[in-house]
Nanobody, 127 residues
Framework: QVMLEESGGGTVQPGGSLRLSCVASGYSFSTWTMGWFRQAPGKDREFVGAISWSAGNTYYADSVNGRFAIWRDNAKNTVYLQMNRVKVEDTAVYYC????????????????????WGKGTLVTVSS
């Protein structure tokens, strides 16, 4: 059973920083590709970024590239999303997701091949 739990959401001012965490349960975390997605009010869910099982590869949406960073600690079954220079348009519920196929970052697949999802954590960017 794969379970994902996000934390770290809250309110931050434009230009500020916030770090989200996602703790996963499951005995093969180190082999999973992990991703972050978000859904703003009234909009569809969108891809934010992903990290391969070895942390050797990361991939980001254009809208956050250069501002956000993903890394993982396989010993702690945790993946992180560091959000820097946030903008009002970054306001959304952020979801952690896992692809347990072992096939790396699958940019061509629906939802990047993610099959398991957390319940999300709300990030509000407001002055």
């Amino acid at each position: 059973q794969v379970m994902l739990e996000e934390s770290g959401g809250g309110t931050v001012q434009p230009g500020g920083s916030l770090r989200l965490s996602c703790v996963a349960s499951g005995y093969s975390f180190s082999t999973w590709t992990m991703g972050w997605f978000r859904q703003a009010p009234g909009k569809d869910r969108e891809f934010v970024g992903a990290i391969s099982w070895s942390a050797g590869n990361t991939y980001y949406a254009d809208s956050v590239n250069g501002r956000f960073a993903i890394w993982r600690d396989n010993a702690k079954n945790t993946v992180y999303l560091q959000m820097n220079r946030v903008k009002v348009e970054d306001t959304a519920v952020y979801y952690c997701a896992a692809d347990t196929s072992g096939n790396g970052i699958r940019a061509g697949a629906v939802d990047y091949g993610m099959k398991f999802w957390g319940k999300g954590t709300l990030v509000t960017v407001s002055s």
